[in-house]
């Protein structure tokens, strides 16, 4: 009977709208909730098989359908805190739940999250308020990261980071920048060894030096030899046995590359390349590579006038220093400074992205989870393939727009009256149809 599927049409109507009314609430409630995504309600009409005789016909109604736009993102908003962090453009940051955490579950759960405010606990690790502890990568020693796989959280640990922690960074390079004197190349020169120290930090964060003697050759009896016997001595090594390396190096007296290296001759210790222009030395921490020019070059060692002067003295490394502050970079990079100036690289924050976005699965404090919808996950350096860089001192603003909204909420109060007015009207007609037989 049409008049029946007029009423619970109305009252499919009704329903639907609540759901509408719900979705709204719930954006509206949080207009100011950091990395919320608006749930959207959209209608589908609901049609039954028509019969066509006699011009009846059965009212279906209308079906509501609710999700939610993760794939919207929300504005950037600035803060004061380097570890709130938020991702310009695709992606997500993976994370997992603090509780499965201190429950001491082996098997933790993948989540994601699109924006945090990160701090330490007292155990280091980097949690949310809302119990999201935040996944990364660690690095090596060397503050490089391993070829990790990608399709899978196996290699993913909660990030740690020791407050009062100290570090040091050991000197694996120097590069010299000498002068010497071409005068005492002459076959009446005095003949006097000219002696540097540069200093470097060992393994420990111990300062050490390279102690280094120039000897010029004043056996030419023509002019000068443009020679000198180089003498490198290690003070962290046997004195009795410290000399790691003795060179022969002639310089060249042409007009086009006057005061520039002409050749290396290895006397004892590493090996010269000619190409870079390094010494590869063993020190008592281990190798370490020494600029001191290329043939032909305009940098490191030069012999030009009559003055020995050091003019440019460079090299990695620091003594031991304790944490000051630790940031994140737009690479996803995570690294904490020192008080000595050293950076050290902790943790690699890799970028999650499923094909759908849309088909996650929403769980608490902003977070989700893959489903059979969304499609299998991938772990990708910040920036590359889909997805954005990752930005500190930001947090991901709410995609609800109050304006639009309220809007929303006038247009649904407004459907719902009419649906109610549906019913009303059948009502009166059904009462109608009852007095007929009155």
Known sequence: MSMSSALNAGVVGLSANSTRLATISDNIANSGTYGYKRMETEFDAFVLNQNHAAGAYSAGGVRATAFREIDEDGALVPTSHPLDIAISG??????????????GFEDLPMMMTRTGSFRTDSEGVL???SGLVLLGWPAQSDGTVPLMPRDTMGALE????????TAGDPTTRIGLGVNLPAAETRPDASGD?????????????TSESLDLTFLPDTSDTTGMSNTWLVEIRDSASDPADNLVGSYRIVFDETQANGGSIESVTVLSGGTYDDTTGTLDIDVAGGPMELFIGTP????????LSDSFSPTNISKNGSPVG???????DPDGFLKATYD????KTLYQIPLADVPNPNGLISVDAQAFKVSPTSGNFFLWDAGDGPTGSVQGF????????VAEELTHLIETQRAYSSNAKIIQTVDEMLQETTNIKR
């Open 90 to 103: 695709r992606g997500m940051l993976p994370v997992t739940s603090a509780v499965d955490l201190d429950n």
């Open 127 to 129: 949690r949310t308020d």
């Open 158 to 165: 909660p990030i740690r980071i020791s407050a009062n922690q």
């Open 193 to 205: 060894p000219l002696a540097l120290k540069v200093e470097y930090f060992g393994n420990l964060g």
């Open 296 to 303: 032909g070059g305009v940098t490191g060692l030069r012999q």
């Open 322 to 328: 304790n944490l000051t502050t630790v940031e994140v």
């Open 340 to 343: 000595t100036g050293f950076v």
């Open 394 to 401: 930001a947090r991901e603003a709410s995609t609800t727009d």
